[in-house]
């Protein structure tokens, strides 16, 4: 039988590590649940559709053609025929994305679309509403939690490896803010799910996180 694992935490908490890490241990689909809000707002942007107009965004997602399959063990879709991989990282993105994840029309589209994914075969699937509001009846759920400050550690040792010159006190800067928006906002905010085994991993490595994980999910 199939089996959906939800992870959800702040930004910085691990999510994206620890799922596929968990995806290619178990064999199984890991799915960016983000993706799909910021694929949303990259046709907006190159459609030239103003992202603070949700009945323009959501006539233009109504008028555009999603299809959804699996490359290389993660779930990936195309918009129009063209798949946008780096494109959904671009600033313009980045910048636009939190005001199309709160229409809810959009929200809508994403929820149902994530929830089909299931069709694949078992998911590991990481974002900020999925335990409480995609799969809130998986038995794997989990909430991945970290100090602001490790979190904000761990981007800055990444914006640093990648070259960039962030300072630590911005970088802390941001990350609360985001924190702020993410769990204050009207349409599903980030909150712990009912029954979500929450994992601190402020002094865990990134292995341990993940062996946390398969392990609950094959004890059952
Ligand atoms: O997806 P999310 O924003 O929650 O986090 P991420 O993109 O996976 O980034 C977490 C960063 O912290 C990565 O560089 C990981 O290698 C590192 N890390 C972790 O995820 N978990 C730990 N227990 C320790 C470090
Ligand atoms: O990786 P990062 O934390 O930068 O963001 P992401 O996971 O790619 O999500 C992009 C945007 O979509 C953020 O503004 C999230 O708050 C939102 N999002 C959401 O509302 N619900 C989800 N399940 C996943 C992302």
Redesign the pocket.
Known sequence: MSKTIAID?P????????SKGVAAELGFIYVDSGALYRGVTWQAVRKGVDVTNAEAVVNLLHDSDWDFFIQDGASTFSIDGDVPVQELREKEVRENVAHVAVIPEIRKFVVESLQSLEHFGSLVM?GRDIGTVVFPDSPYKFY?DADPEERAM?RYR?LVAAGESEKAEEVMESLKKRDKIDSTRKVDPLTVAPGAQVID?TS???EE?IQTVVNFVRAD
């Open positions: 935490g930004s910085a908490s691990g999510k994206s590590s620890v990481e991945l761990r990444e991993s865990m490595s990134l996180v």
